[in-house]
Structure formats: structure tokens, C-alpha cells
């Protein structure tokens, strides 16, 4: 399952490497190697991904259009996100009923925090297409607080770490309106890894600095706004 999930990845077959990945996880270790982690947050960011891009290219087309096309364009946005939070459910059920105990019990801070990352991540796209969201809010804060409590315990320029703070401060920009909060949280991870640059792990420098980049470029955005 783990190649034909390479396959698919190759040909953009995305919605066919969640499958298999599910496979991989299912008959596999609770603990994934890197090379699995890694291919199961892909399947799912680009399954997810391409609806999300859907259903706001269609929320900002249903502003426009007339009151007749409105009830059948957010018909087709309710589908769309019934896809989505069907994706969303199965990811976190595999990260709460599997990948995350098994993270904890192997005492590995990286992966639990890129688990915890990720399950704020999907309880986030689920807020942001849900009707009733604020159960999805609130589950949001509590994966992605647990995230940063552990997160103190790696470099501040690992991009695992870099990565959360720019979903977490993300997320309180355009989900829960609060730009103080989005701020805070965006500065203060840009800041400390400026500060420890020069410790930055080769290995590291490449995602670190975009991410360092893509944090800086929203503190300029949202100053502005």
C-alpha cells in the first residue's frame, strides 16, 4: 500500500493516496516511520485542500450572484463540505484513536507535536466550513495548545515547531477574528527563531526560512489591515 500511495502522489491522485495510506496505517505500527508520517499529512492536505479551494472560490461567487442561483450555489458549497468534513473525521479519528497514543507512548516530542499540529489543522477546516463551528473551535485551541506546550521543548527554528505556530496564528486570524491573538502568536515565533538562526540544524534551514518568510509576510499583511 505504501508504494501504490507513492503512485498516486505522483499523479496527483490524491483522494486514491488517502485510501492507501488508511491501509498503511491500519495494517501498520502505531508509530509510522518519517517517510509515512510525511505521506499521510500530503494525501490529506491535498484531498482537503482542493475542496477548501472550492468551497471558497464558491462562497466568494455566491456573494455575487443573483438570488435565484444562491440556493443551488450553497447547495453545492453544503456538498462540497460534506466532503470535506468526511476527510476531516476520518484523519482525526486515526489521530486521536491511534497515531497520537502511540506517539505519547514512544516519548517522541517531534512526532507528537506534528500529530497534535495536525489534528488542530482538520478541526480548524472543519470550523471553517461548518454551520454550528464553535465545537470545532474549541477543539481546535485544545490540539493546537497542546501542540505548543510540547513544542517548547524543540528549537525554536525546527519547522515542525515554526509550522504550528503559523496554522495556530492563522487560524485566529480568519477563524476566530482575533488579531491580537494572531499577532502575538505569529511575532513571538518569527522572533525567537530570528534570535537562534545562527543554531539552525542544516537540515532544517530550508522549511525554516520559508516559514519564517510566510510569518513575516502575514505580520506585514495584518498590520496593514
Not at 475542496?51 to 438570488?67: F, G, H, I, P, Y
Not at 485544545?142 to 528549537?155: F, G, M, P
Request: glycine content about 4%.
Amino acid at each position: 500500500y505504501l508504494k501504490r500511495a507513492k503512485w498516486a502522489s505522483a499523479i496527483d491522485r490524491h483522494d486514491d493516496m488517502v485510501k492507501f495510506m488508511n491501509q498503511v496505517v491500519s495494517y501498520g505500527e502505531d508509530l509510522l516511520t518519517t517517510e509515512e508520517r510525511d505521506l499521510l499529512s500530503v494525501a490529506y492536505r491535498n484531498a482537503v485542500g482542493e475542496r477548501r479551494k472550492a468551497w471558497r472560490t464558491l462562497s466568494d461567487m455566491a456573494e455575487k450572484v443573483s438570488n435565484g442561483s444562491k440556493g443551488t450555489m450553497t447547495q453545492y458549497m453544503e456538498d462540497i463540505a460534506e466532503e470535506i468534513g468526511k476527510l476531516c473525521e476520518d484523519v482525526l479519528s486515526l489521530l486521536q484513536n491511534q497515531l497520537i497514543p502511540g506517539a505519547a507512548s514512544a516519548e517522541s516530542k517531534v512526532v507528537q507535536v506534528f500529530y497534535l499540529k495536525m489534528k488542530g489543522d482538520y478541526y480548524r477546516y472543519l470550523a471553517e466550513v461548518q454551520e454550528n463551528e464553535e465545537t470545532a473551535k474549541e477543539d481546535t485551541v485544545k490540539a493546537y495548545s497542546a501542540a505548543t506546550s510540547i513544542a517548547t521543548e524543540l528549537t525554536s527554528t525546527d519547522p515542525i515547531r515554526l509550522g504550528l505556530n503559523l496554522n495556530y496564528s492563522v487560524f485566529y486570524y480568519e477563524i476566530m477574528k482575533d488579531k491580537s491573538a494572531a499577532v502575538r502568536i505569529a511575532k513571538g515565533a518569527y522572533d525567537d527563531a530570528l534570535t537562534d538562526l545562527d543554531d539552525m540544524l542544516e537540515e532544517h534551514y530550508k522549511d525554516s526560512t520559508l516559514i519564517m518568510q510566510l510569518l513575516r509576510e502575514n505580520l506585514i499583511l495584518w498590520s496593514r489591515n
